[in-house]
């Protein structure tokens, strides 16, 4: 390309760019976000992290929170379309939900983008990203098992499992049962408390197990934000304690929230799934751009995540997002 | 040959009672560690949030009301509490005040609207319940909030060799069946809610003809429901040492299932303060039981389910027996002779 | 003349421009107890809210001992000492009788903020006006397990509490037995030996004759007679109030009992409630049931109509046996029941004139797979119904029922069974709260059934209705038939007796 052709350009785009920085340009691109709910850490930093993505990428965000209401949530997806978003990344309340708002935004040839939790099966075109509960969740259980077996002692095991009708639940339950079948002579799982997401019914659930099992010393629970039911109903029984120490339980969770890490840090968590969510946020944002502009996306995008333990903490703990909150 | 009271009435007047020993025998013969005082308090001070919510909602549907605002009104509670802990660094003592206060102010809130606007309890409860639980999202700005240490010391410490829970929810039980049982208030509340013809507009039209100030019980009522919200409220943080967004979402159910097990009508004119402990009992022992036996995760929804659907027909079977015995005059007048 | 307690002199109401009360003009002298007679909508009902300060007069002065009198509010009547003794019972069920007695103004104590009940005057102040009626109750008991009339002696008693000068009694005995009515009349004689002036208004015009020192008969809003007991008769009465003579008060209809048998009970029971029931009902006979207040005649009606259950015996209705008998199958096979109590088990308060009597007959106006409505032909037949039994309403077609008269209401139920072509009828207390006009048409209407071949089972506590219409009458007590007597065979004394089970009354 000769110069004489390419410097009016380069001015006509400097102007552009100047003009766009002045006021909001038609022609900046806008990304829907809609979020089902914030109410834990971990939405609140997915949210964060997406809004931070954009604002990097100098992409406009048109916010919605659903508060938990499916109907309002359609909604906010219909005027997303109408006003003619140039993608939309949606986390829906569950997996029957989403799949109007797919059929929705197919119609009007709008990309979206299903975060974290995935769609039942249906004949709408959408990318989900996801993190891999069942592996995440499998390879936490799976290294507390090992520690468990090095110090050649027998466990009692409880799991605090999430809410039923959230197939992330269900996912990391069976990653848990899958680890333990694989140490059953070490480990017997005793308790099984159903927690649906609330920490009143955590607390009661873990005092009622801990109250007929008081010898229960390992537990895996399917969210980190359970665990300050889980602490306070292990300090009235006087078994939360550092590692180490005799009466220490060994302890597991996931999510990788500032509560976790905290636990990590002072010596009493021994293993958390972290799901990486700037990672997730990254590969939602990737995958709309990509839809845009027409190339192909795998239909699902997996969060491999990791396992931060004592033994990986300073290597890892920056990837762990709760780090980046509790500072 | 005419009897007056058939075993059936009997049954239904002790029917809370009456399942309640059903079940720990029940639960006794499933499970042997069921039977302790241990597991007994253990059950009681788990209980006794809801019980004390529970002793409120009677007041609220003997004036053949509903409120709904409970379980929100606990987390307005909560987290205006954590917060002026956390960031205010405010002491655990000068925090419950406030937290009662709070209580205090959702239930004169919803007490005007429905006294003095004569608006539908229902639907001030309602609007409530949400803008509560948004003042609170808004306060917490959606996160979890741990509390210190020093607030778990009240769910732990044992004045009298008794938990504290178990001491205040005695307290608040003995003060409601005083209250209820021999004060104006009391009287003119059952008054309020006694229904004569059954019929749902008729409805506290009988009390204001017979001169009681419907809109000052009933601004009361409301009070008193929002105050025992309050301090289940305080309970519950010192269990949990956590504010989280979704402390008491939902429970507002729990709490009405537990006060109608426990024999108050959700027609209005009936119930004690007892009932209602016992109720509160009853459903955490359930999942107590359900906790100890180690039942599958799944088999939990269908006895809520279960629990409430007993609650409402036990309720509605109730009902339907005082209104034959209404019908029914089946006594020889004795004062006729 | 004595200067009377209460005047009301030309006294004018009217709502919406068309006139309630016109000029009226009556006075109560002191000790004396007033009869107000009237049809329903004579305007009683209006001419003692304005006495008890619900509703202001348009024209026209009440005066207490002369004076101006002008009551704004209810509390104003009360502080001028009078009290009013109400049809319905304004009576708390769930709180006890001594509760129910004090319950705006309940003695207390404060004490932490609170006002707490001081039993102890409550129970007394209970103790001192329950022993005024003569009603000797545990205070403590719960209203709710009183009887009616029980109930009504804890109502007067309510009614003494501010030692009223005035006691106005608006038809005290529509839920009283025979005895519970005479229990209360002697205690109306007490008061007004006390001093008390009483205005009694009632339906029951032999009680007005015998107890009362002066009648006032109204009729439209207006005095149509008033004077001294004494010059009144019942046959005057009625004339003054339906501006008619009624060919007495109690019609006989011309129908001959057939052998057909309609409706058998055979050894029926129930514990508790009814014990070993045995009659036959015929076609073209109209059967009375006498008893008290629960002797179980209520709730034998009730079991007929599938209301209730029981435990042994047989219903047979048309010869075929109904084993367990569900309203709705009663009401194919051609049963029906009226009861005293039209809102609970009669009628759609709020549906209109026409859609209640078409109610149980849908299915026989309408045709096609859909069920479709002849819309036309069901108007026409209610409406002609409407006129035969000349319900009295404005518009038959969307006004509710809620706000036609007691008398009118049942006529209502009259027709719906009238139009459904019911031939077994089960009336319990048909004309309970209805003005004599009424009552009349009612009567004749019933008849004509008979007339017409259907067989009808009348339960009433009037005996002067069960032997001036019946065929024949069974007593019933305590769950049982006691006695059955033919009309040639009537004797209101031993039906009474029976009723008391012989030994009660001697």
């Known amino acids: 390309m000769p110069p004489s052709v390419s410097s009016p350009c380069v001015l006509f785009l400097a102007l552009l760019v100047a003009t766009g920085c002045a006021e909001p340009d038609p022609d900046r691109l806008k990304i829907g976000v809609a979020f089902d709910t914030l109410q834990t850490e971990y939405w609140v930093a997915g949210y964060e992290a997406l809004r931070a993505d954009l604002a990097r990428r100098g992409i406009d965000m048109i916010e919605a929170i659903a508060d938990n209401d499916s109907n309002r949530q359609l909604d906010q997806i219909h005027a997303f379309i109408a006003r003619q978003v140039d993608g939309i990344i949606v986390a829906p309340k569950d997996a029957m939900s989403v799949v109007p708002m797919i059929h929705a935004a197919n119609r009007s040839r709008i990309p979206i983008v299903i975060y974290n939790r995935p769609p039942s099966a249906n004949d709408g075109h959408s990318v989900t990203v996801v993190a891999d509960n069942y592996q995440i969740a499998k390879a936490t259980v799976t290294y507390m098992a090992e520690k468990a077996k090095a110090s050649g002692k027998h466990y009692k095991a409880m799991i605090l499992i999430g809410d039923l009708g959230d197939i992330n639940a269900i996912q990391r339950r069976d990653g848990f049962d899958a680890a333990v079948s694989e140490y059953q002579d070490i480990l017997e799982v005793v308790a099984r408390v159903p927690t649906e997401w609330s920490q009143e019914i955590a607390y009661a659930g873990v005092t009622n197990s801990l109250q007929i099992h008081p010898d229960i010393n390992f537990i895996f629970t399917s969210s980190d934000f359970l665990f300050s039911s889980l602490v306070s109903a292990l300090k009235n029984r006087g078994k939360y304690a550092k590692i180490g120490k005799p009466n220490h339980v060994l302890l597991g969770g996931f999510d990788g929230d500032s509560t976790a890490y905290r636990m990590l840090e002072e010596g009493y968590l021994d293993a958390d799934g972290v799901q990486d969510v700037y990672f997730e946020c990254a590969a939602s944002l990737d995958a709309v751009l990509d839809l845009r502009q027409g190339k192909k996306v795998a239909s699902i995008i997996q969060d491999p995540g990791f396992v931060i333990h004592q033994g990986n903490l300073a290597e890892k703990k920056s990837l762990m997002w709760g780090s980046q909150v509790a500072k | 040959m005419i009897q007056q009271r058939s075993i059936g009435v009997l049954a239904l007047t002790y029917a809370p009672l009456l399942l309640y020993g059903l079940v720990v025998l029940f639960l006794a013969a499933l499970a042997p560690q069921f039977l302790s005082v241990a597991n007994f308090l253990n059950i009681l001070v788990l209980a006794s949030p809801v019980a004390i919510a529970a002793i409120g909602m009677t007041f609220v549907l003997i004036s053949a009301g509903i409120d709904l605002s409970v379980g929100s009104t606990m987390f307005l509670a909560g987290a205006i509490a954590g917060r002026l802990v956390v960031d205010a660094g405010w002491p655990v003592v000068g925090v419950i005040p406030v937290m009662l206060a709070v209580g205090l102010g959702v239930g004169l809130l919803n007490g005007w609207l429905i006294a003095r606007l004569k608006l539908v309890p229902f639907m001030v409860t309602l609007a409530t319940l949400f803008s509560a639980r948004g003042a609170g999202l808004w306060i917490t700005e959606t996160r979890a909030i741990n509390l210190p240490d020093s607030f778990r010391q009240l769910a732990v410490v044992h004045p009298l060799g008794i938990p504290l829970p178990i001491l205040i929810l005695v307290v608040v039980l003995l003060t409601a069946e005083t209250v209820l049982r021999r004060t104006v208030l009391g009287k003119h509340l059952y008054a309020l809610g006694y229904n004569a013809q059954g019929d749902e507009h008729e409805n506290g039209r009988e009390a204001a003809k017979a001169g009681i100030d419907i809109s000052a019980v009933l601004l009361r009522v409301y009070a008193i429901a929002g105050l025992c919200a309050a301090v289940g409220s305080i309970i519950t943080l010192a269990q949990l040492a956590a504010v989280s967004p979704n402390l008491g979402q939902g429970i507002e159910l729990e709490i009405i299932a537990a006060t109608v097990l426990g024999g108050t009508s959700l027609f209005g004119g009936r119930g004690t303060a007892g009932g209602a402990v016992l109720g509160a009992l009853l459903v955490e022992t359930v999942r107590n039981g359900l906790n100890l036996v180690n039942a599958d995760p799944y088999f939990y929804p269908l006895i809520t389910g279960a629990i409430i659907f007993g609650a409402v027909l036990l309720d509605s079977m109730r009902q339907q027996r005082l209104t034959l015995l209404r019908h029914r005059n089946i006594r020889i007048p004795k004062a006729i002779g | ?506």
């Open chain 3, 1 to 506: 003349m004595i200067q009377p307690v209460l005047e009301f002199s030309h006294i004018d109401k009217a709502f919406f421009g068309v006139p309630v009360l016109t000029d009226v003009c009556l006075a109560l002298a002191a000790g004396s107890i007033l009869g107000l007679v009237g049809e329903n909508g004579a305007g009683k009902s209006t001419l003692l809210n304005i006495l008890g300060g619900i509703l202001p007069a348009d024209a026209g002065q009440l005066r207490i001992d002369g004076k101006p009198f002008q009551p704004a509010r209810a509390a104003d009547s009360s502080d001028a000492r009078i009290a009013m003794v109400h049809q319905e019972l304004n009576l708390f069920g769930n709180l006890s009788v001594a509760e129910n007695l004090s319950l705006a103004e309940l003695p207390c104590k404060r004490w932490a903020g609170l006002r707490w009940v001081d039993r102890g005057t409550l129970a007394a102040r209970a103790t001192s006006l329950l022993g005024k009626v003569g009603f000797e109750a545990d205070p403590d008991t719960l209203v709710e397990r009183l009887s009616p009339g029980e109930r009504q002696m804890v109502e007067i008693a309510k009614a003494l509490r501010g030692n009223p000068r005035i006691l106005v009694f608006d038809e005290p005995t529509t839920s009283l037995t025979r005895p519970e009515a005479e229990r209360l009349f002697s205690i109306i004689g007490q008061l007004r030996a006390e001093g008390k002036s009483i205005i009694y208004v009632s339906h029951n015009l032999e009680d007005v004759l015998r107890i009362c020192d002066q009648i006032a008969v109204l009729r439209d809003g207006r005095v149509q007679a008033s004077g001294p007991a004494g010059q009144f008769d019942v046959g005057r009465m009625i004339h003054q109030m339906v501006g008619r003579d009624l060919d007495g008060l109690f019609p006989r209809h011309q129908a001959s009992r057939s052998n057909e048998v309609v409706l058998e009970v055979r050894r029926l029971s129930q514990s508790g409630v009814v014990n070993n029931i045995q009659f036959k009902l015929h076609r073209g006979e109209l059967l009375g049931i006498s008893g008290l207040m629960g002797s179980g005649r209520t709730e034998l009606a009730r079991i007929l109509f599938g209301l209730d259950r029981y435990e042994q015996g047989e219903i047979i209705l048309h010869g075929r046996p109904l084993p367990q008998p569900r309203p709705a199958r009663c009401i194919r096979r051609g049963m029906a029941l009226l009861t005293e109590d039209r809102r609970q088990e009669g009628l759609l308060m709020e549906g209109s004139v026409t859609e209640n009597i078409a109610f149980a007959s849908l299915r026989r106006f309408a045709s096609g797979p859909f069920a479709w409505l002849h819309a036309k032909r069901l108007d026409q037949q209610t409406f002609e119904l409407t006129r035969r039994l000349s319900i009295d309403c404005r518009e038959i077609r969307h006004q509710p029922v809620r706000t036609l008269s007691g008398g009118n209401q049942q006529k209502v139920v009259l027709a719906k069974w009238l139009l459904r072509g019911s031939d077994v009828l089960i009336l319990d207390e048909p004309t309970r709260g209805v003005d004599v006009g009424a009552r009349h048409e009612i009567y004749v209407q019933i008849n004509r059934m008979v007339e017409r071949g259907a067989g009808v089972l009348l339960i009433s506590s009037e005996m002067e209705e069960l032997v001036g219409l019946c065929d024949r009458i069974l007593v019933m007590a305590r769950g049982e038939i006691i006695s059955a007597e033919e009309r040639e065979n009537f004797d209101r004394r031993e039906i009474l007796q029976s009723a008391f089970g012989k030994e009660r009354l001697s």
